[in-house]
């Protein structure tokens, strides 16, 4: 049987989404100094990146990126980050992913995040799927999905070929 794909999102869509996502993220911490976007490797990292140039450009604050590490499979325990908990706390925080399916992994990236007392913190992801079995949302979302559970949401980043297809 073969698979239909449908590309749901494009480069130059991908591109809006950001910088939506990016002035959003700009607006709910204008005031601050420093805002510490945290992406969950692989591609929420890689979200995060294109997210922090962007941030860049337009917000008066310190953009600092902040790599989290987990087990996806089994993440109870296995939260790691590329900065020490004494860096990010009383911080502003932006935990953010590439796809939010059923929330395990986020939760259990807040649940990391939230052992440290912060400032002020919030979720982003490039796209947001109906289908949690956590109560656990994305504050800035680049697009909202009604799928089945059969289907899967496959986000690629590639230089000049982002894409988001639904498999």
Excluded: W
Aim: aromatic letters at 8%; proline letters at 2%; one cysteine or more.
């Amino acid at each position: 049987m073969k698979i239909a794909l449908e590309k749901i999102l494009d480069h130059k869509a991908i591109q809006h989404k950001i910088k939506r996502i990016a002035f959003q993220i700009y607006e709910s911490n204008a005031s601050e100094d420093v805002v510490i976007l945290a992406g969950i490797a692989d591609n929420g990292y890689k979200f995060a990146e294109k997210l922090a140039l962007v941030l860049e450009e337009i917000a008066p604050f310190q953009v600092v990126l902040c790599k989290v590490t987990m087990d996806k499979k089994s993440p109870l325990g296995t939260v790691k980050t590329s900065l020490s908990s004494d860096e990010y706390k009383d911080q502003c925080v932006v935990l953010i992913d590439d796809v939010l399916n059923s929330g395990t992994t986020l939760i259990y990236g807040v649940k990391h995040f939230l052992e440290v007392p912060l400032k002020r913190f919030k979720t982003a992801v490039l796209v947001n799927r109906n289908h949690k079995k956590y109560p656990v949302k994305a504050d800035f979302k680049g697009i909202s999905l009604s799928t089945s559970l059969n289907e899967s949401v496959k986000v690629t980043f590639r230089k000049g070929n982002d894409t988001v297809i639904l498999e």
